[in-house]
């Protein structure tokens, strides 16, 4: 192995614990491993999890309130367990060694689900369609499975799409191109397996058996574990940089304890190793920078610092640590921005789903019926359309344009996303507005399903990948871009995080909607037979959010300050 053949500045080894080779591992060479490994997982998650709230109001027999808030909490906690597994990534494991030990518990999760939907004395007792009674026991042990897989994708989510950007390097110009086309790729995968999932899978499970339905996300799991195994030489390990809750920690009890100290005028009298490397393993120097400059003083060294030669870290932080610092503060607006995107996004797998399980799902003059969360199939088509199209033409012309690599700022991208989430509300609530005015006029409060095509849904669900798109493929690349070397997975996961917050706060806004409604003998706006409610004035309320959303976003944005590694092609 020749020396140039050895990447020194980034941190990563082969499999074996080498410093990576270039020329064999890592790019597109390890590309089809990560991608079918996600494309299979997220078929196997979204399989299970598109028609849940209908698995828990018809075979759990659940309220329909009760079923929107089990299926919120549930999809919450998915996106709230990366955090432990990216913690365990970035600290000890490694990504590689986190997925393949979550992916474990994933499966375990999900063969005790389709168990649970089809051994007979395990799976729930119905008496005709619809018709169920689930003992206690039985109920349990569809949520211990459930929340087996909330743990289990806990150590994938944050691991995965980070893990597949490792493998491009920073200090390499064609490398560092190909890595913003591989979050455009990554994301297709995502969308490729929720295709099939809200699909064939979602027929099955109204069709033919929940066992069946559930059966085969659990076969697609072992799958997607069998490509990630079969791309082991391939891959380019990135090295874990031990806890970087303590580093953040000791940044800040330097500062606290220095807070009289004068930040000197001239920044290279600051703190730093002399080495190339910065002093955190598998991680590079940062640039330093101006703003929030109170954390400056952790790197400003005075006599009582050092102890017996060796530097105190809770007393003389480096550079690169103060700076570790700033971007997480720095990305926290961004951050939160995610949260009210998300409570609007998650409306796609639950009320928009009770939406058009009320009205016509006959696909033209058949006896064909499209189950109504395969609706969201229309959302994965056009991701699955448009981001080759974003990524070899809406790119190159707009980098005409703006002169920017992508052609669009990370920011800029997600702005758009944001502000395009405001119509998929409008368009819903104007949709529901029409739907019972023609309930009212005809006295079809007890219809099953009305004589309105379920069709009318699309432009809502068309609206929802336009603003995904834009948001969440530019968060995928914001979060590992911006965020520290040694903190990736653990940012992918508090970005991740977002989708979490914004399920249960969809779930909080459902259940005080349903409390405040409901008084009196009045149905409220969310019973359980939505002829009688008005789940439009809810969706107007979403959208009102997401403008108030979007013009705290812009604000912030504004001010953010990019990061830059030593190292780091523009």
Known sequence: MEEDDIYTNDGTVDYKGNPANKKKTGTWKAFPFIIGNEGCERLAYYGM????????????????????????????????TPIIGAFLADSYLGRYWTIACFSIVYIIGMTLLALSASVRGIRPRCYAEDNCNPTEVQSVMTFLALYLIA?????????????????????????????????NWFYLSINIGALIAGSVLVWVQDNVSWGWGLGIPAIAMAIAVCFFFSGTRLYRNQVPGGSPITRLFQVLVASIRKYKVAVPANKS???????????????????????????????????????????????????????????????????????IFSLIYSQMGSLFVLQGERMDTHVGHSNFKIPAASLSIFDTLSVIFWVPIYDRIIVPVTRKFTGHKNGLTQLQRMGIGLFISIFPMVVAAILEHERLKMIKRHNYYELKEMPMTIFWQVPQYFLIWCAEVFTFIGQLEFFYEQAPDSMRSLWSALSLTTVALGSYLSSLLVTIVSNATAKNGKPGWIPDNLNYGHIDYFFWILAALGVFNLGVYVWFANWYTYKKAVGTLR
């Open 49 to 80: 999890s598109t028609n849940l709230v209908l698995y828990f109001k018809h075979q759990l027999n659940q309220h329909t309130s009760v079923a929107a808030t089990n299926n919120q909490n549930w999809g919450g906690t998915c996106y709230i």
């Open 151 to 183: 743990l289990g994708t806990g150590g994938i989510k944050p691991c995965v799409s980070s893990y597949g950007a490792d493998q491009f390097n920073d200090t390499d110009e064609k490398e560092k191109t190909h890595k913003s086309s591989f979050f």
């Open 269 to 339: 009298l600051l703190h730093e190793t002399a080495d190339k490397e910065s002093n955190i393993k598998g991680s590079r120097k940062i640039y330093h920078t101006n703003d929030l400059s109170f954390f400056d003083k952790a790197a400003v060294e005075i006599e009582t610092d050092q102890l017996k030669g060796s530097v105190n870290p809770w007393r003389l932080c480096t550079v690169t640590q103060v700076e570790e610092l700033k971007a997480i503060i720095r990305l926290l607006p961004v951050w939160a921005s995610g949260i």
